[in-house]
Antibody
Framework: QVQLVQSGAEVKKPGASVKVSCKAS????????INWVRQATGQGLEYVGWLSPNDGNTGYTQKFQGRVTMTRDTSIATAYMELSSLTSEDTAVYYC????????????WGQGTLVTVSS | QPGLTQPPSVSKDLRQTATLTCTGN????????AVWLQQHQGHPPKLLSYRNNNRPSGISERFSTSRSGNTASLTITGLQPEDEADYYC???????????FGGGTKLTVL
């Protein structure tokens, strides 16, 4: 069955960076985009961007451009999202999501990774 | 502030029908439609509909979606206690070249 398994919770200090991983299984990794969505506690969903595992192409929401980097390692079917210059505003659960390229079919979600930014 | 507009909360009685709305503009909902997600407390969201208004496998027939102009709607019939959740719409915005989410609607089943 399709699964996206994310890395564990992180606690970071302001100004630091965090790298969250998302390991895919149960399907051909390169055939679907990986999108990243975050959710602050008690708040709504916020789109971060997307990665095409097939060719490594990425697209980032303007708000995060310059601070986010999405990469992948196809040999281990794993996608990564790195966010730098963290502030308390970045405290949230970060989800990776499998999406058919060109569609909005957010059909499989990772379990989420809580990133806490605190001094 | 660009985005999709959803009512913050809707309350309906058990076994009644709820219709949730999501209003955007001609660059997003009106252009490419929207999809709907359901999120129970403490869990990741779950896809309820495709952009063509079809349902993914395993989603109850009680959930249906439609679109009229720049507004997308999610209708849930025969409300059950397990339908109590947050519901989000999402759509791609051609002008902003980004994905937008609605603020979410908290559905309470009385």
């Amino acid at each position: 069955q399709v699964q996206l398994v994310q890395s564990g919770a992180e606690v970071k200090k302001p100004g630091a960076s965090v790298k969250v991983s998302c390991k895919a299984s149960g399907y051909t990794f390169s055939n679907y985009d990986i999108n990243w969505v975050r959710q602050a506690t008690g708040q709504g969903l916020e789109y971060v961007g997307w990665l095409s595992p097939n060719d490594g192409n990425t697209g980032y929401t303007q708000k995060f451009q310059g601070r986010v980097t999405m990469t992948r390692d196809t040999s281990i079917a794993t996608a990564y999202m790195e966010l730098s210059s963290l502030t308390s505003e970045d405290t949230a659960v970060y989800y990776c999501v499998r999406v058919t390229s060109g569609s909005l079919n957010f059909d499989y979600w990772g379990q989420g990774t809580l990133v806490t930014v605190s001094s | 502030q660009p985005g999709l507009t959803q009512p913050p909360s809707v309350s309906k009685d058990l076994r009644q029908t709820a219709t949730l709305t999501c209003t955007g503009n001609s660059n997003n909902v009106g252009n490419q439609g929207a999809v709907w997600l359901q999120q129970h407390q403490g869990h990741p969201p779950k896809l309820l509909s495709y952009r063509n208004n079809n349902r993914p496998s395993g989603i109850s027939e009680r959930f249906s979606t439609s679109r009229s102009g720049n507004t997308a709607s999610l209708t849930i019939t025969g409300l059950q206690p397990e339908d109590e959740a947050d519901y989000y719409c999402t759509a791609w915005d051609n002008s902003l070249s980004t994905l937008l989410f609605g603020g979410g609607t908290k559905l309470t089943v009385l």
